[in-house]
């Protein structure tokens, strides 16, 4: 990835299995580029990194835009290595990357320390984290690539980092009553 600050951090393995959804605007007139002569560069971005989806738009896109969207879908490590080959070809003007979420994760998701701290520390255009009434919900980011991988990076591990906690603290409550269920049943 192009980087400003020295690229993005390391995925830990949890982080790295999630599937997700990754969009890379570029400059239409730099799809060729991108695709290669006789499809030779797309071939070797999608043998690097060949466990994802990789579509580009049809030769009949849109010409009154000025950006084209090729899309990445997969496990993240994945999809942000292929983001990078991309984006070695061809700067990558934006991202919008779509994670998807379980129903239960929105209470986790919704809370201060992914809401509002993770956009007041990583620089994203856009940062939408679902509600309770949402049928999909999902945590959708836009903005540059290495700031989307960062900001990615915080949300899942604020997610597990919660997740941890509130499963140690259901374990401390089942020690507490068997303890319990010992002390107060012993001799009789």
């Not at 060729?32 to 989806?53: D, F, P, S, V, Y």
């Not at 303890?179 to 012993?186: D, L």
């Amino acid at each position: 990835m192009h980087s400003h600050r020295g690229g993005p951090p390391m995925m830990d393995a949890l982080m790295s299995e999630r599937l997700i959804k990754l969009e890379l605007d570029i400059q239409k007139e730099k799809m060729g580029k991108l695709i290669g002569t006789q499809g030779k560069t797309i071939q070797a971005i999608q043998q690097r990194a060949h466990n994802i989806q990789l579509r580009t738009p049809s030769k009949e896109a849109d010409d009154d835009h000025k950006f084209v969207s090729v899309v990445l879908q997969g496990r993240a490590v994945d999809v942000f290595r292929c983001a990078e080959l991309v984006d070695q070809v061809v700067n990558i003007c934006l991202s919008v990357l779509t994670l998807p979420c379980l129903p239960k994760d929105v209470a986790t998701l919704q809370r201060d320390s992914i809401r509002t701290s993770i956009p007041q520390e990583v620089p994203v255009d856009t940062y939408k984290i679902p509600r309770k009434t949402d049928k999909q919900p999902r945590v959708v980011m836009e903005g540059y690539l290495e700031d989307v991988c960062t900001a990615y990076q915080r949300v899942v591990g604020e997610v597990d980092r919660v997740m941890r906690e509130q499963a140690e603290a259901r374990d401390m409550e089942k020690l507490k009553a068997i303890s319990a269920m010992r002390m107060g049943g012993g001799d009789e």
